[in-house]
T-cell receptor
Framework: DSGVTQTPKHLITATGQRVTLRCSPR?????VYWYQQSLDQGLQFLIQ???????AKGNILERFSAQQFPDLHSELNLSSLELGDSALYFC????????????FGPGTRLTVL | AQSVTQPDIHITVSEGASLELRCNYS??????LFWYVQSPGQGLQLLLK??????LVQGIKGFEAEFKRSQSSFNLRKPSVHWSDAAEYFC?????????????FGKGTTLSVSS
């Protein structure tokens, strides 16, 4: 157990819908990262937050957004969902904003029908 | 741009045999390198990391990796594989992005262990 929690574990929804994925980092970690894992794209970095502020952005679609709250938990919002958004979404956390070990949560499996 | 290549998509090794998983990276500066393992239905677990210093790094579960700058490689090794090592293995390089950092992952290598 990495200490990173993600909810829900599974999510099934329809095209055009909007969903919110939630992540709680390890105790004491200030950075939260979001990654998407799909069969065709592999593991791709989406976005990083550090102590409530956006720090790094990867291949995140404009339909996707994230935020980190004062209690350091983070949410990833996915809207206007398409079939191709079906994937495993991982949250990771680390102590600082630089090169630290990232500890991964168990992931949320999103299925868009 | 930073990238990681894992040339082997799938490897099968007999239980008790040695293992080497290959990883090549492309990064302009001194790389920060990681190996993660993902068991079916699980998240990613860090096996080991290289930041600087000794180029041979030891990790958990009996794994080690060697950083070779001249070959831009960071291969993962284990002297004797156990059936429980069957999983998917990912090599990653830490990269600066904006004012933060990100992990750039390879496509992964699936390890099967035969008895």
């Amino acid at each position: 157990d990495s200490g990173v929690t993600q909810t829900p574990k599974h999510l099934i929804t329809a095209t055009g819908q909007r969903v919110t994925l939630r992540c709680s980092p390890r105790s004491g970690d200030l950075s939260v990262y979001w990654y998407q894992q799909s069969l065709d794209q592999g593991l791709q970095f989406l976005i990083q937050y550090y102590n409530g502020e956006e720090r790094a952005k990867g291949n995140i679609l404009e339909r996707f957004s994230a935020q980190q709250f004062p209690d350091l938990h983070s949410e990833l919002n996915l809207s206007s969902l398409e079939l191709g958004d079906s994937a495993l979404y991982f949250c990771a956390s680390s102590l600082g904003q630089g090169y630290n070990e990232q500890f991964f949560g168990p992931g949320t499996r999103l299925t868009v029908l | 741009a930073q990238s990681v290549t894992q040339p082997d998509i799938h490897i099968t090794v007999s239980e008790g045999a040695s293992l080497e998983l290959r990883c090549n990276y492309s990064y302009g500066a001194t790389p920060y390198l990681f190996w993660y393992v993902q068991s079916p239905g699980q998240g990613l677990q860090l096996l080991l990391k290289y930041f600087s210093g000794d180029t041979l790094v030891q990790g958990i579960k009996g794994f080690e990796a060697e950083f070779k700058r001249s070959q831009s490689s960071f291969n993962l090794r284990k002297p004797s594989v156990h059936w429980s090592d069957a999983a998917e293995y990912f090599c990653a390089v830490g990269a600066f992005s904006g004012s933060g950092t990100a992990l750039i992952f390879g496509k992964g290598t699936t390890l099967s262990v035969s008895s």
